[in-house]
């Protein structure tokens, strides 16, 4: 990373802060919103663009986390903020769980089976698994989080919340990136076959990677219920997935991409009430043009010092 | 650096369109009504006559004074959508709601007017609905409970079947009222031999059908939508089912007609009056008032309820000479007999509305509807 | 037993269908290893079609010819758009990775989805009566008019694209544009012309099960692309992805499996036991039931 990135990021941080400060309650519940929204693209891009694994099925672990801190909260009336080490456990459990099996699939056969698990899952709560999910309807009025010392009930509250969640997860996938698992991912996307070759245990690293996908996938779900004292199945469809995949693939797998796809998916048509109508239409010219444009993505991720003959021609693993 | 730029420049575009809060000089209501999705022609029907009712209203001088702004927002039908047009109604500082047309979107929003003390109306049917105690809600229609009794009174006592069998989607609507006419059927001690659920949506209702089939009903009571309804239908008559139809409130709608094709001849729906047999000349001002401006007449009772309920709302305003919602509420689980659109109307204390107008209808070969029982 | 057999032509028909739409899905892997994400909205696209072709230009006549002609025309337009998508979308790609394509076809499917929304509202749509509701009673088994055409009209269109995959030179060419389309070029095989004449086929026998969908669900909604797609997608995974029998087989199995679970256990756990069965046949076989018929590429 160089030096002016760091102004960039502290810039940006900067203006997060002070933003609400800027905005009446509607508008920081869109700002808090794209916040979540961001995390959740964030943990898709540690399955997708840091691993290279096909993974159009992380709406299931965002909706993993939200469910567990939804029923957690009304059914066992544990406090909000005390079911979020549960919905981060819970779905990195199943990360592995799912993953495990699963893991040795080809791209192709991969993406079908996490889609496969994402609709087993949204049916699983319309169905009312085990009468705790609450049926299509699912669950409403959850409480808002409790911080001691805060008064968490406003919505400028509530945005403070996720944006130190969104710190933390900058600060950790950043830890992730110069440490041994997070080398060992890349140079598994980079090269499946050398990377085996040389030894990572390429196995227990895709499995790593789903789990901490998931987990992080599964904090968002706690913030995304406590934004909107609701949960239900359809905020996790697998439309949802095919979303969050897209944008890590058209921002390019790096922060500001990522940043980028989410606010032109989530808070433009906020501010646009007839791009409501036309954004997924034009969303979708922008795919098309931004692969064929630029096939790494509009921001493509820049890792480390990897001398550039190295990579050429082998972004997304292998072709 | 070029991060830099980036980056702040979302949130300088944030910013822009976000400023600017408006002066409190109208008053804003709210309509969450599902305007696009499988309900679109329901709930663009709500959007139109809440629209119209405020014309004519703002024409008149306003209430109060003030004039009147629909602020309308889509729900699609889901719940989650229902709960962020709750948020973001409630953030445009709307004093009342008008809506949803499913139970499930209006329970969904329901705890967030509560908290902000916005009333809400909608003619959505479920009971859960009124079990909350919320101040902030009254219901424009009649309950599942009541619709039930009414049904199996027609199953049992009027038709006299022996071998019942009840079909729902597994909405909090559909489901509720499947158990409600199951409940009251039983009470009656009338036999029913199934009783099942579809996926709403899922167009092959063959599989499920050809297992009614094998249980040999002698009527089939359907309690979901019409999308879903038209289609069971459509694909009884086909595998040779020949138990009656009897569809529930939902199911009175004009598309059902049509995707039920020639099949739809038969088939017996119960609900409150449709709009063209009100008797009431409020019901038939409006109604012309309605076709003068859409060239169409509203889509089904549901528009009118909700109507109903807004001008509750604003009548109630108008007598406390107050827009205090609170002071609204109370005044409402009061008011006895308000002269309305689809006949008087009078709150319970839990909100909902008290009486029950349930007819039951058979679709003749022209589409039309005739009364066979009330 | 009545009651079996039933369920088995319920899940012939629904299974015919996957089967018609999962062709599409097959043969475009086989020969460019390509998810066509936008194929299952092509296939909502044509319904649409088709129901303005017979409001606007053919005067809502209903006759048989009508109907053939409906079928053909649709089938036309669509095939067109196919070739368009495919220009557009998917030849500047060909070189490009492998998510670059499947990205570019999710665009392409919100593209057609929304589009389709814009041109014809939000609404359901809904088909007239066009096959009249006639239908025989086989010994307890109910079989109506439209059921049989879906089933017949299918397994003609299945057999009649079997024989000329293995029969006819066009054929041959596209088969060896499936194994590898390097040397197949080295062959002097014009490799642009297979694959425009694969996305025609595709989208025609899509285009046949979007009219289908309409003519006997009646009801068509702007977002029904994903629900048929994601079917006969599996349909075409379960059977081994780029293998045409495989797809049919697939297909048909789906359609029971489907029937039957919705009959017996239940119509709302439906979809997750099928993707519960399609995980399983991974995890057994991961190319597929009869194995896919694609040179692995290292």
Known sequence: MKHSDYYGYALFFLALVILPSFLDSRWQAVATTFIIFTIV??????????????????????????????????????????????????????????????????????????????????????????????????????????????????????????????????????????????????????????????????????????????????????????????????????????????????????????????????????????????????????????????????????????????????????? | MKQTALLSMFLFIFCCFAGGAQAENTLKIGVQAPITGKYANEGQGIDQAVRLLAEQINAKGGVLGKQIEVVSCDDEGTAMKAAICAKNLVNKGVKMVIGSYTSTCAEAAQATYYRAGVLQTTDGTSDSLTEHGYWTFFRNSFPNSAEGNFAAKYLVKEKKYQRIAILSDFSSYADGLGTAVEKAVKNLNGNIIYRGKIKSGAQNFTPVITQIKSKKPDVLFFSGYFSDGGLIRSQMVGLGLKADFVGGDSNDNPDFLKLAGKSAQGAYIINVPTPELLPYDLAKDFLKAYKAKYNMTPPSIWTLLNVDGMRAFIHAMEQNNSFDTKQASEFLHQMKDYPGITGPISFAKDGNRIGSGYMAYRIEADGSYKIVFK | MDIFFQQLVNGLTIGAMFALIALGYTMVYGVMKLINFAHGDMVAGAAFVGLTIYTHIMGEAASLLAVIAIFLLTAAVVAFLGILLERAAYRPLRNAPRLSAVVSALGASLIIQNGIMLVWGPQMRIFPELIPQVSWEFGGVIVSLIQFLIMGVSLLLMVALYLFIEKTRMGAAIRAASIDQDAARLMGINVDRIIAVIFIIGASLGAVGGLFIGLYYRGITFNMGWQYGLYAFVAAIMGGIGNIPGAMLGGIILGLFNAFIAGYVSSTWADAFTFILLIVILIVRPTGILGERVAEKV
């Not at chain 1, 009312?128 to 299509?136: A, H, I, S, V, Y």
């Open chain 1, 41 to 319: 693209a964030l943990s898709q891009d540690v399955v997708l663009g840091k691993s290279g694994m096909f993974n159009m099925g992380q709406a299931l672990f965002f909706g993993l986390g939200a469910y567990t801190s939804a029923i957690c909260n009304t059914k066992l009336g544990m406090p909000l903020l005390a079911s979020v080490p549960l919905a981060i456990i819970i779905p990195a459990f199943f990360g592995i769980i799912l993953a495990g099996p699963i893991i040795h699939l080809r791209g192709d056969y991969l993406l079908v089976v996490t889609i496969g698990f994402n609709i087993v899952f949204v049916q699983a709560l319309q169905n009312n698994l085990l009468g705790l999910t609450g049926g299509p309807n699912g669950i409403f009025g959850i409480d808002t989080l409790q911080i001691p010392g805060v008064d968490s009930g406003s919505q400028a509250a509530v945005y403070y919340i996720c944006l130190a969640a969104l710190v933390m997860v900058l600060m950790m996938l950043k830890n992730l990136e110069t440490s041994k698992a997070g080398r060992a991912l890349h140079y598994f996307r980079e090269d499946p076959l050398a990377a085996e070759s040389i030894g990572i245990n390429t196995r227990a690293y895709k499995i790593f990677a789903f789990a901490l996908g998931a987990g992080i996938a599964g904090l968002a779900g706690t913030l995304y219920a406590n934004q909107y004292s609701a949960v239900s199945p359809e905020a996790f469809d697998f439309v949802q997935s095919v979303l969050f995949f897209s944008i890590v693939i058209v921002g390019g797998s790096s922060v500001p991409g990522i940043v980028l796809g989410v606010f032109v998916m989530f808070v433009l048509p906020e501010i646009f009430r007839d791009f409501a109508t036309w954004r997924y239409f034009i969303f979708g010219f922008a795919m098309i043009f931004t692969m064929i444009l630029r096939p790494c993505g509009i921001w493509p991720a820049t890792y480390g010092k990897v001398p550039a003959y190295i990579l050429k021609g082998k972004q997304h693993g292998k072709k």
